[in-house]
């Protein structure tokens, strides 16, 4: 079994749905990460940087879980990461109404000592220049390491995330973002551009309409369990990127055939997730829902080939 | 082999995208179910109406694919149905420009004799009356009614519609007309209460984003295949309702498993459609490319499962 470091937000999240609305609750990429990648008893680590005002409770979250928080700054008198957002009836679109980046303008991660040789590595959507600090302390290449970013970056640090793509293996990426990235909008023309920068695996994420995995000259669809209800999308992207990157740490096989396997368990952890408020239902979850809900993906996509 | 009967229009289509623009084009709903369903050597024939503008070779490329037409009326001195839009750089988004109903506003449909037998009967997207009036002409109930309609009949002819659909065994239905015909945003809940409405299979077309089968507690789902290039989008959904009944009418074999694979050859079919105008591509194609492409759709979606 492999070591996993998540370089990511620890935060602060306040959530507005349709049906209900949230205090501040345990938010931040690394956070729905890490917790989703625990549900595979993989030796996780998170580097990131939180104000005193966190609460020990929201860290004790994942220490019970095993997750080594050494590497999680916190910053005497500073304050926490805050995002709040507001969905409205068609749930894929939701609005920013505030963020906070305290402590996290000022963040010089550390990675721990015993996680400089991880296996694998998952890069949270950060300033790129943090993702390629992070990438220089390490103290070889990890077998894999996964990239998570967003078109902020693109925006305004568009040298550096170019730099970032070119030393991944992986990306994770909205199909809106990958357009833009690329300047293409085929997804086919613009993975294919991306995998020219220098990554093996493209991921597309197109949120309920599923995952979409690239590799050379071959595609791979995971969709997203049809629910009778969302309750809350806040943190599926990263609960998807946890489920794989966990999945991944555990088997130690980076082959096309057992990333198909780790974008199908990430879309099954992000169907968990968007069920209750932040990584709540996550949380909660046993290894037999995870594997009951495995079955139903299978019955949702495989099939008895018949030639006709 | 069981015999097809296909019902919808034949007509004139005008088609506008960002690349080109057509002339006078074969379209409607009947000619691309035949010509899809065409490929798997069935025994179809279409009831439908034309005007004596519409030209013999457009006829002749469905009897030179052994589509008896003689359930097509020829109006003297009448015109033909007629439709023209424009796509825009998003191809899920076309403005109708023009639709002159033409002889379709005074169409009373007659089933040829050698097909009031027919064991698979499609109803295309047509005034739920003529629907009805084609399902009473029927010597026996057909093994398999598979109905498509569209947001129009709903907002027109609402308690006609919910007759046709209490009679038939397949409904095929975007996700946007699913939601309006049931009140549900959910596509789980508006295909529950659409099977409630009598219909064993409710098939929800996402466009791009692939189609949802849904069958008692069950539900399956078939991608689109991602293209490097969508050049038409029309007649893509009937097309893919072609290969739907095609493989059906070859098979007469009405299980879910069954159903699976024909929305797979389905959405092959459709697959192909939208890279020409029209109904060109799918007119030229050969079972070797079907073949090869349903390799492409196992590729897509198939793998390997392991439990972690």
Same mark, same amino acid.
């Given at each position: 079994m492999g070591k996993l470091l998540i370089v990511g937000t620890v935060a602060f999240d306040v959530i507005e749905t349709p049906f209900a609305k949230t205090d501040k609750i345990m938010g931040g990429a690394a956070n729905y990460i890490a917790v989703a990648a625990a549900q595979f008893g993989v030796n996780a680590a998170i580097v990131s940087i939180v104000g005193e005002d966190y609460p020990q409770p929201f860290l004790n979250l994942l220490t019970d879980r095993n #997750?080594? #928080?050494? /590497? #999680?700054e916190i910053v005497k008198g500073g304050k926490s990461f805050f995002w709040s957002g507001k969905y409205h009836n068609d749930m894929n679109v939701r609005d920013t109404l505030e963020t906070q980046l305290n402590v996290l303008s000022d963040f010089k991660p550390v990675v721990p000592k015993a996680y400089k040789d991880a296996k694998v590595l998952m890069l949270g959507n950060l300033h790129p220049k943090i993702q390629l600090d992070i990438l220089k302390q390490m103290n070889k290449k990890p077998n894999l390491v996964v990239l998570d970013t967003m078109d902020y970056w693109m925006n305004n640090t568009w040298e550096l995330l170019v730099e970032v793509i070119s030393k991944v293996d992986v990306i994770t990426i909205n199909d809106q973002e990958a357009r833009q990235l690329t /300047? =293409?909008?085929s997804l086919v023309k613009a993975a294919q551009k991306i995998m020219n920068m220098g990554v093996k695996y493209v991921v597309i994420k197109k949120g309920e309409h599923g995952v979409l995995l690239f590799h050379q000259d071959s595609v791979f669809f995971a969709p997203a369990l049809p629910l009778e209800e969302v309750f809350d999308p806040t943190g599926a992207g990263d609960t998807f990127a946890g489920g794989m990157v966990g999945f991944l740490a555990k088997t130690d096989d980076y082959s096309f055939e057992n990333i198909k396997n780790a974008v199908i368990y990430g879309s099954n952890l992000a169907s968990f997730c968007? =069920?209750?408020? /932040?990584?709540e239902r996550v949380l909660e979850l046993s290894k037999e829902e995870i594997r009951e809900r495995l079955f139903r993906f299978k019955e949702l996509t495989q099939f008895e080939m018949k030639i006709a």
């Open positions: #997750i080594d #928080i050494s /590497g #999680i /300047g =293409e909008y968007v =069920e209750k408020f /932040g990584a």
